[in-house]
């Protein structure tokens, strides 16, 4: 089982211990998100002495406070390591308003042009940005050679065919679980079994209610998209697996 999107670097995870407890709960594979460089820092050096560990580098859209072209640099650098299976999380947030959109904007396309000319794949975390996404994405279409994923996805079924003519990956965590996840529940279904990814955003969004999230929880989220996509466990276990080795070549 494989957690495309979690977050280890200052969440307050007491290792060896989650380690050993995501072992045993099956999940062979984890890729760290970095939402700042430092924190990519720290997931490269976990990734050192775990095995089955990734990184990604880059910036999320609400940390860029001294973004610039040395971030970019450092990004181009560190995603050399062979442990750094992609760019992110990079993209828009537009959540609580106030915010600094064109500077989003600029960082974004800096850092989707670095991936373009690493020939990285992307995880973009997109939260009420779906135009401007969509149209950033448009106008880098063709030239993402690594392809995207669309961590977290939430903007809806109806959505779902735009980002999918651009070539989009689509993960999935906990919120399908709730009971009122209607429109998490009819993204899954709208998605082709070719674009599904399982994913925690460890520590947050577990499928438990109040509870502190885990990769260790990847086997109840396979489970559930199984049974909205109307197939077995072990099938959705070897369409996800196909799916992460197609996007992610550096996974191993």
């Known amino acids: ?15 060896p211990a989650e380690w050993e407890k995501i072992g045993a709960a099956g999940v062979q594979k984890v890729i760290l998100a970095a939402d700042t460089l430092a924190h990519a820092k720290m997931h490269a050096e976990f990734c050192k002495t775990h095995d089955g560990c990734y990184f990604t580098v880059g910036v999320h859209p609400s940390e860029l406070e001294n973004f610039g072209r040395e971030t970019v640099e450092t990004l181009e650098e560190w995603a050399a390591d062979e442990k750094c299976v992609a760019v992110g ?14 500077a989003q904007r600029a960082a974004f396309e800096a850092q989707l042009n670095a991936a373009e000319e690493l020939s990285l794949p992307v995880q973009i975390h997109s939260r009420d940005a779906c135009a401007d996404t969509l149209a950033i994405l448009r106008e880098h279409f063709g030239r993402m050679k690594g392809g995207f994923l669309m961590h977290c996805y939430s903007y809806g079924a109806e959505n779902l065919p735009e980002f999918l003519e651009l070539g989009a990956y689509f993960s999935f ?79 191993r």
Do not use: Q, W
């Not at 947050?204 to 109840?220: C, D, Q, T």
């Open 173 to 251: 965590g906990g919120v399908v679980c709730f009971k009122n996840a209607r429109r998490a529940v009819e993204s899954v279904r709208a998605c082709p079994m070719d674009r599904i990814l399982s994913e925690t955003d460890s520590p947050y969004l577990s499928p438990f209610r109040g509870e502190k999230n885990s990769p260790a929880n990847i086997p109840v989220i396979v489970e559930k998209l199984a049974e909205l996509k109307g197939v077995s466990f072990c099938g959705m276990l070897e369409a996800i697996r196909a799916n992460a080795a197609a996007l992610f070549p550096k996974l």
């Open 1 to 15: 089982m494989i957690d495309v999107h979690a977050h280890f670097a200052d969440e307050g995870y007491e290792f």
């Open 89 to 102: 999380e990079i993209g828009l947030d537009y959540h609580y308003g106030g915010e600094d959109r064109a």
